[in-house]
């Protein structure tokens, strides 16, 4: 009965130790591709991982990069004090310069204005002297305005009427002419069969510009 137990432990032994090996065996075989497949695994995790790094170092280089850019721009740039000055004075120069002209320009033309002005005063107190010498004139008699008299009030007043046109006085056109009220002040409505409507038949006082512009307007009779 012994040794039958004996033999018995012994079969066990043996069965357990062949248990034993080919597990050992079997964790042999699997646990390299189970290590590979680790080891991908760790790999893929750690280029997962190594990836938004790379790109963080990139964008760190790119910002350096243009921060250089900047820099050198900034450094360019810069200029020297003394240009600088250059730069504020001749502004200033200019700025004067055309203060300076738009004043002159201003200047001129209230004196012109003035001018004008004053002209325009005197050459209306000079009409009405214009106007009585006239009707002298037409008042003489032919024997009268061939007298050394009415000779020199001839000359007198053709010397007159050129020094008015000369400073830029003209006389209205009026008798024939049709009636333009920027021009004329009709006084009177007359007939004329000879002339059409709103035509000029006479003229009672006579009208003068200054330089285009009206000093006095004529005073005329104007056909119905």
């Known amino acids: 009965m012994e040794e039958k137990k004996n033999f018995d432990s012994e079969d066990v032994t043996e069965e357990t130790m062949e248990k034993e090996t080919n597990r050992t065996a079997e964790t042999e075989e699997s646990s390299p591709e189970e290590s590979r497949k680790e080891k991908v695994e760790e790999n893929a995790a750690d280029e997962e991982t190594a990836e938004p790094e790379d790109s963080e170092e ?3 280089t790119e910002a350096g990069a243009e921060d250089k850019k900047k820099k050198k721009i900034f450094s360019k740039k810069k200029k020297d004090p003394k240009d600088e000055q250059i730069e504020e004075l001749n502004d200033k120069y200019q700025r004067l310069f055309a203060e300076f002209q738009n004043f002159r320009n201003r ?40 007298s050394p008299v009415g000779q020199g009030m001839d000359l007198i007043y053709k010397q007159m009427a050129k020094a008015l046109e000369e400073m830029g006085v003209e006389a209205i056109e009026t008798e024939g002419k049709e009636f333009n009220p920027e021009l004329h002040n009709a006084v009177m409505q007359v007939e004329n069969d000879e002339l059409e409507e709103n035509m000029i038949a006479q003229e009672l006082q006579k009208g003068y510009t200054y330089k285009g512009s009206v000093i006095r307007h004529s005073m005329v009779a104007v056909t119905k």
């Open 58 to 60: 990139s964008e760190d």
């Open 107 to 146: 200047s001129e033309k209230e004196k012109s204005a003035m001018f004008e002005i004053g002209a325009k005063s005197i050459i209306e107190k000079i009409l009405p002297v214009v106007d009585n010498f006239e009707r002298g004139m037409g008042s003489l008699s032919k024997e009268d305005l061939d």
